[in-house]
């Protein structure tokens, strides 16, 4: 079963940035897809970027060229760098993992604000 911790979320003014980061239990990390997803209060929960085992990567069209998702194999997890923030960018974000290890994490609060 894997298990995954997310952090670096926080408060950032507009055009600030974060990077999030998921850090994920069990030694199959490497052949997982990650992704990150988030929560809007009052909206779906939304794919915002995907990364796959061999590091293909997308986005959604609302965060490309601003966001970047990246692995460390090594280090077991995935991050979520993110430029340029505006305050439609405020939401719960979450690491996850789908098929046959499908996981999520517990959620950082990322909030952009001035």
């Known amino acids: 079963q894997v298990q995954l911790v997310e952090s670096g979320g926080g408060l950032v003014q507009p055009g600030g940035s974060l990077r999030l980061s998921c850090a994920a239990s069990g030694s199959i990390f490497s052949i997982l897809n990650m992704n990150w997803y988030r929560q809007a209060p009052g909206k779906q929960r939304e794919l915002v970027a995907g990364?796959?085992?061999?590091?293909?990567?997308n986005y959604a069209d609302s965060v490309k060229g601003r966001f970047t998702i990246s692995r460390d194999n090594a280090k077991k997890t995935v991050y979520l760098q993110m430029n340029s923030l505006k305050p439609e960018d405020t939401a719960v974000y979450y690491c996850?993992?789908?098929?046959?290890?499908?996981?999520w994490g517990q959620g950082t609060q990322v909030t952009v604000s001035s």
């Open positions: 996850n993992t789908d098929g046959r290890y499908a996981a």
């Open positions: 990364i796959t085992s061999r590091g293909s990567t």
